[in-house]
């Protein structure tokens, strides 16, 4: 029964193929609107409160006043995920890039309050790899970091194959084919590298400062070696350092982030004073903590930019794609005005000479 089954049905399959030979071939299929091209997206920006049960509060412990947050996706791609680090550029043009190999580019939108309210000319885009070629597989393409040294010129740096790439800045803005530069001489863990980059204009031009998920920190330099700084540790084993941005003269900003499946994720802004003091003597001038019922999730990317009323502005992304399908891509902001420096010390008094006798 089963044989004569397969031989009716061979001989079906040789008939229809023998029709097939000498049918019409069917009309081509025309799209019903013009299809997209090249690297735009759109971008939908949903608005997420500080807190669901109070959409109203925007106070946050520390001197911080909450200045919107976004939930991102995009109907037009898969890609617009596992966001690692961005930088905010002239004109609010928000630069990120992904644990995949891509940058992701849009113009931040603000509402009548100055706050932020959704995203604008998106595009997303492949990183190029040294051959000018797309970065092609994870351990080639896992982008960690992002810096914008003071020529513009962009440093990239990547997990799994551990390496930094400077990518020359082009007259239009673009992406120009990248070169290595001074990486730390240390060996990383696979999945723990150099996750915080920036460009540090306080030690010079070429400056820029290297951290490993671990705390560990570097100061390196086009021009020469890395060497060594004071480690910057999280509140415990949990806790990693995801992000620098570069702050006031000698000040940067940290990001750590912690988890676990109790308590979640939480993360941590800091304001550091110089980096490249020893421990004992940096001061931390505020803290933002990323908790309770705030938006929560792996926040990876740290920026910095001005608001419309002058104070500092700080941006925050994640990366969704860490441990949980329910994990979203955030990007959130923060508005903190920085207290103002203490007055000098007093001028000791002027001692008059002893009379001698």
């Not at 097939?20 to 608005?47: L, S, Y």
């Amino acid at each position: 029964m089963r044989a004569r089954l397969a031989l009716s049905l061979a001989l079906a399959g040789g008939l229809v193929a023998g029709c097939a030979q000498h049918a019409a071939p069917p009309p081509p299929v025309v799209p019903a609107a013009p299809v997209k091209a090249g690297p735009e997206i759109t971008v939908v920006a949903t608005p997420i409160p500080m807190d669901a049960a109070d959409p109203a509060k925007v106070t946050a412990e520390g001197g911080f006043t909450y200045a919107g947050g976004l939930v991102l996706t995009s109907p037009d791609t898969s890609r617009l995920h596992g966001l690692s680090d961005l930088r905010i550029g002239a004109g609010d043009v928000l630069t990120a890039i992904s644990d995949e190999g891509d940058v992701f580019e849009a113009r931040i939108q603000l509402d009548a309050a100055g706050r932020l309210a959704g995203l604008t000319g998106g595009k997303l885009f492949p990183l190029k790899g040294l051959d000018g070629q797309p970065l092609q597989g994870k351990r080639n393409a896992d982008a960690e970091g992002l810096a914008v040294m003071p020529n513009g010129d962009r440093l990239v740096s990547f997990e799994g194959d551990h390496r930094i790439w400077l990518y020359p800045a082009q007259a239009d803005s673009g992406w120009g084919t990248p070169r290595p530069a001074p990486k730390p001489a240390t060996i990383f863990p696979e999945n723990e590298g150099m996750e915080a980059l920036a460009a540090y204009p306080a030690a010079g031009p070429d400056a820029y400062l290297v951290g490993g998920e671990e705390g560990e920190v570097w100061l390196c330099r086009l021009s020469a070696d890395c060497k060594s700084l004071a480690p910057q540790s999280g509140p415990d084993f949990t806790w990693g350092l995801t992000a620098f941005a570069p702050f006031q003269g000698t000040a940067v900003a940290t990001l750590h982030r912690g988890y676990d499946p109790i308590r979640g994720w939480r993360s941590i802004v800091r304001f550091i004073s110089d980096p490249t003091l020893p421990a004992a003597r940096q001061r931390t001038a505020a803290a933002l903590h990323i908790d309770g019922a705030m938006p929560r999730d792996n926040f990876e990317g740290l920026a910095l930019s001005s608001s419309p009323s002058g104070a500092i502005r700080i941006y925050l992304i994640s990366d969704d794609g860490a441990v949980s399908a329910k994990q979203r891509t955030l990007l959130l902001a923060f508005d903190w005005t920085p207290p103002p420096p203490p007055p000098p010390a007093p001028a000791a008094p002027h001692k008059k000479p002893a009379r001698k006798r």
